[in-house]
């Protein structure tokens, strides 16, 4: 069982000539109201089912090219349970995702329930500071973040799970100060939004943050509002693989998950790549990184993100963190643009109305490597994340890439 808001719902066993041996069916979930899309994915997670969850605002024709690209035999929606002309056996017992295609198009991504519940233990094992706490899952529960991490965490630790249904924060921060010891599930942005309307002196109590690394800016904000905040760190294909258990540096993303192994650099100054194994196979986060002496997992960068300049690697990190040491700088993103000999240079757009461009390219001459300075500096009311707080880079480099104020 679990909580929808406050009201309590009992999850029953699925019925019907449609849920007759779900172990050998796969279904894709495609429903609107969070209680029966909740109720269907554990039922069917319970029975051994194949499980395909669809975020609700996907288009219903688009829902079903999606099942069939995932080789669902099973489509349910508002309309009932619809048999689906899928070519190859459908198998069960597996969890159903799709990456989130931001470096490419969206890829069919199936893992076992054994794998799950093994991220399960590992994940409670690993992580006993929240055993007291109140689990609040308000982001989609058709993601593994708010699904896996979330509710199913609370279940194997013995708790309901608190599950919002609105993107109200008004109603979140009134929810959580109703429960005890409440631990938030959310994005990054929400987080961002809730620790502006929380009063200093009646912080959130606990919240995890997931997705993307948190800005300086909104560390900061989130920070002070949150007693215990926390951070994990994984992928679609892999799940969650670290978990920092005391957020003090947001690129530290966590200590890696004991059912995994994990190897990257142990370097700072020479990041490599994130690859974790799970026992079965090799799977690159896309990620750069290193680990420290006691064992921390530090993010630097993703591997698409890193920008070439005649031959030496530039983190965007660096040339973003130096920007917002800057009195006035509110936020800051750098990223690669093309020169006229078709060769990577450092562009870089600022929130900060009364910081000059010029004033910015002096301060960054004193702390960072020629090479490693912005050829174009460009200021902007807001920069443009996206509502999960992540930022396009790319798509920042086309708006930009005409950008007048050159070093």
């Not at 619809?82 to 459908?90: E, S």
């Not at 993601?143 to 965490?153: C, D, E, F, P, T």
């Not at 960054?364 to 996206?386: D, K």
């Amino acid at each position: 069982m679990f909580i929808l808001n406050d009201r309590q719902v009992d999850i029953a066993p699925l019925s019907g000539q449609d849920f007759i041996n779900p172990e050998s069916h796969r279904y894709a979930i495609h429903l609107h109201d969070k209680d029966a899309v909740l109720s269907h994915i554990l039922a069917l997670w319970w029975a051994d089912a194949g499980v395909f969850p669809i975020h609700p605002d996907i288009p219903a024709t688009k829902a079903r090219d999606m099942a069939l690209q995932a080789d669902c035999d099973r489509l349910v929606n508002e309309a009932g349970v619809h048999a689906l002309p899928v070519v190859a056996d459908a198998l069960g017992g597996v969890l159903v995702q799709m990456s989130s295609g931001t470096t490419g198009a969206p890829k069919v991504i199936t893992r076992t329930w054994d794998q799950v519940r093994r991220e399960l233990e590992s994940y409670v094992a690993a992580f006993p500071e929240p055993a007291d706490m109140t689990p609040v899952i308000a982001c989609p529960i058709t993601h593994s973040y708010g699904l896996i991490a979330g509710v199913m965490v609370a279940l194997e630790r013995g708790h309901m799970p608190v599950v919002i249904d609105t993107l109200n924060p008004k109603y979140i921060l009134r929810r959580m100060r109703e429960l005890r010891a409440p631990l938030l599930y959310t994005s990054p942005a929400m987080l961002h939004t809730l620790a502006a309307f929380s009063p200093a002196d009646h912080p959130m109590y606990g919240a995890m943050t997931s997705g993307t690394i948190l800005s300086k800016p909104w560390f900061e904000q989130i920070r002070a509002k949150t007693t215990h905040l926390f951070q994990q760190y994984g992928c679609s294909e892999a799940g969650c693989i670290a978990i920092n258990p005391d957020l003090q540096d947001a690129a530290a993303v966590g200590r890696p998950l004991t059912h995994l192994k994990l190897k990257t650099s142990k370097d700072p100054n020479a990041p490599a790549p994130i690859v974790v194994n799970d026992g079965q196979r090799n799977i690159d986060t896309g990620d750069l990184g290193y680990l420290t002496s006691d064992g921390m997992l530090v993010f630097v960068a993703r591997q698409d993100d890193v920008i070439d300049v005649a031959g030496l690697n530039v983190y965007p990190q660096e040339v973003e963190q130096a920007a917002l040491a800057m009195d006035g700088v509110g936020d800051a993103l750098a990223f690669a643009q093309k020169d006229a000999l078709g060769g990577d240079r450092v562009g870089l757009v600022f929130e900060g109305s009364d910081v000059a461009p010029n004033d910015l390219r002096l301060w960054l001459i004193e702390r960072l490597a020629p090479y490693q300075l912005p050829a174009t500096l460009h200021s902007v009311p807001r920069l443009p994340r996206e509502a999960n707080g992540k930022i396009n880079r790319r798509d920042v480099a086309r708006r930009f890439a005409e950008a007048e104020t050159t070093l």
